[in-house]
């Protein structure tokens, strides 16, 4: 377990990865929303409506670079200190799991503040979004929290695959999961099963996703720690 939390260590001497660059996507993605409605509040002078943006989602997605990072930056180093690739997989997925329930917490008191004040006192929401909150605020948190880790995960997968592999194998991948889409869409087009699909989308709720996200991610995960064992540093 030392060795474990040393790798832990090891991947927060580098902060902008894990720390920094997602705060400053964060503020950025906050600012620019507020910025906007208030500009909206200004223009407009019987705005009843409440405001709502996507900029939420913006440190999110940047945890699928975090992934790509935190194996390639340190993967080679870790090797060269003697740790297990095992050590090196579970200190690295804490990490992981650390700053997405880190981020999972500011979302979620940042819903609150904005519930209690009536969206910042101009109407307008960055964090608590109609739909994600509509099964409560624990299942909001839960979700926020499987979003990073999710991405992460991925990122971290697509890392492992380049290691192992090369870029080449990492391509085609790539080519065959859109591939494997397109013959999907491709079939329920052919069966005229749209209606079908989106039924099921509409009955999906927040608990659903967060459950299935942390599910694809607990698969994702394990095929990512079956290929960094035989990965090249």
Request: hydrophobic content about 60%; proline content about 4%; aromatic content about 14%.
């Amino acid at each position: 377990m030392t060795r474990t939390l040393n790798v832990v260590r090891m991947q927060l001497i580098n902060r902008k990865t894990f720390i920094w660059l997602p705060l400053i996507i964060f503020g950025a993605a906050f600012a620019i929303s507020m910025i906007i409605y208030l500009a909206i509040t200004m223009s407009v002078t019987d705005l009843d409506e409440p405001m709502y943006g996507g900029g939420s989602q913006a440190p999110l997605w940047y945890f699928a670079v975090i992934g790509i990072q935190a194996l390639l930056m340190t993967f080679p180093f870790s090797q060269a200190m003697s740790v297990t690739r095992r050590e090196f997989y579970v200190g690295t997925t804490l990490t992981a799991v650390g700053a997405s329930l880190l981020l999972s917490l500011v979302y979620l008191i940042g819903g609150l503040v904005e519930k209690a004040t009536d969206g910042w006192g101009i109407n307008g929401y960055f964090f608590a979004v109609p739909w994600i909150w509509d099964q409560g605020p624990v299942v909001a948190t839960l979700l926020y929290f499987m979003a990073p880790m999710l991405t992460f995960t991925i990122g971290f997968f697509a890392a492992t695959v380049y290691k192992r592999f090369g870029m080449l194998w990492l391509v085609l991948l790539g080519v065959a999961i859109a591939l494997a889409l397109a013959i999907a869409i491709l079939g329920i087009s052919a069966g005229s099963a749209w209606p079908t699909v989106g039924t099921w989308f509409l009955d999906l709720t927040p608990l659903r996703i967060a459950v299935g996200g942390l599910v694809v991610t607990a698969v994702l995960s394990g095929i990512a720690y079956a290929t960094l064992r035989r990965a090249i540093p």
